[in-house]
C-alpha cells in the first residue's frame, strides 16, 4: 500500500522559515520523481517543486525560486521542502506527491498523493 506523509507545517511570521518532510513506503520510492504542490483556500493545487530521481536536478515555481529547496534522501524514503523567507501567500496545504518520470509542476503527472500538511504565515 502506497503511503506519503507529509509533516512540518505549522504556523510562523512573514520571514521565518519552515522544512517540510514527506516519509514514502509501499513503492520504489528511488525510481519516482518527487514534487511538492500547495492549495490555497478558493485557488487551484499548484506545483511548487520537483526533483529528479537520484535528486541531482530540481525545479521550481517562478513564486518560489530563491527561497525554497526541494531535497531527498532514498535512503531515508523521504522528501524535503525548506522553505525559507515565508510570505503571507504561502499559506496553503502542502503536499508530497510522486510521479514515474517527469520533472513537471503539472499535477495531472502525479500518481500518489499525501494528504497534505497546513503551512500558515502571518504578517
Known amino acids: 500500500q502506497v503511503q506519503l506523509v507529509e509533516s512540518g507545517g505549522g504556523s510562523v511570521q512573514a520571514g521565518g522559515s519552515l522544512r517540510l518532510s514527506c516519509a514514502a513506503s509501499?513503492?520504489?520510492?528511488?525510481?519516482?520523481?518527487m514534487g511538492w504542490f500547495r492549495q490555497a483556500p478558493g485557488k487551484e493545487r499548484e506545483g511548487v517543486a520537483a526533483?529528479?530521481?537520484?535528486?541531482?536536478?530540481?525545479f521550481y515555481a517562478d513564486s518560489v525560486k530563491g527561497r525554497f529547496t526541494i531535497s531527498r534522501d532514498n535512503a531515508k524514503m523521504t522528501l524535503y521542502l525548506q522553505m525559507n523567507s515565508l510570505k503571507p501567500e504561502d499559506t496553503a496545504m502542502y503536499y508530497c506527491?510522486?510521479?514515474?518520470?517527469?520533472?513537471?509542476?503539472?499535477?495531472?503527472?502525479?500518481?500518489?498523493w499525501g494528504q497534505g500538511t497546513q503551512v500558515t504565515v502571518s504578517s
Open positions: 526533483i529528479t530521481t537520484g535528486g541531482g536536478t530540481t
Open positions: 506527491a510522486a510521479n514515474p518520470g517527469w520533472l513537471v509542476l503539472h499535477r495531472g503527472a502525479y500518481t500518489y
Open positions: 509501499g513503492y520504489t520510492y528511488s525510481k519516482y520523481y
